[in-house]
């Protein structure tokens, strides 16, 4: 089972992105001016589009360590991640221990430096922020994370939302 993992942040203020207007009438989006941010872990498959995601508190390699354990626990098929050259990549010792003792259910493989484009979950991150968060306003973190789970467990009912971003890279 091959998988596209990744990781994004969203802030609790809204990203402005391109929206309509009357003519001579400025847009305008409220904002708290707070930079509370919700960290999110997330994998596509490339044979169906399937989507898992975790909310961390930070991204670093425990946290990391956390998702490969989330996503060995879920695929019963051996896993193949691919991943980019994030530092939160560098797992600990212990990490690295738990990644040899389990080599047989998961094996990490990471792209070029600095190729996005290469990673098929960069245009989930895409469509979520273009859907969920541009150009909208949330009362507190938690209204942005409920929007956020809306949004991935809509993804993980009907992959077809997403599959688009995985089709190229399947031979």
Known sequence: MILFEDEASFQLDPTLHRTWARVGQQPRVATRGERKTAHVFGAIALHDGRFDFAFADVFNGYTFLGFLKRLVRRYRRRVILIIDNAPHHNLEAD???????????????????YSPELNAIE????????????????????QRDAALIETFIMYQRNPELIDAHVQRFRA
């Open 95 to 113: 990490g690295v221990a738990w990644l040899t003792a389990n080599r047989h259910r998961i094996e990490l493989h990471r792209l070029p430096a």
């Open 123 to 142: 245009g989930v991150w895409k469509t979520t922020r273009k859907n969920t968060t541009h150009n909208r306003y949330f009362d507190s973190p938690e």
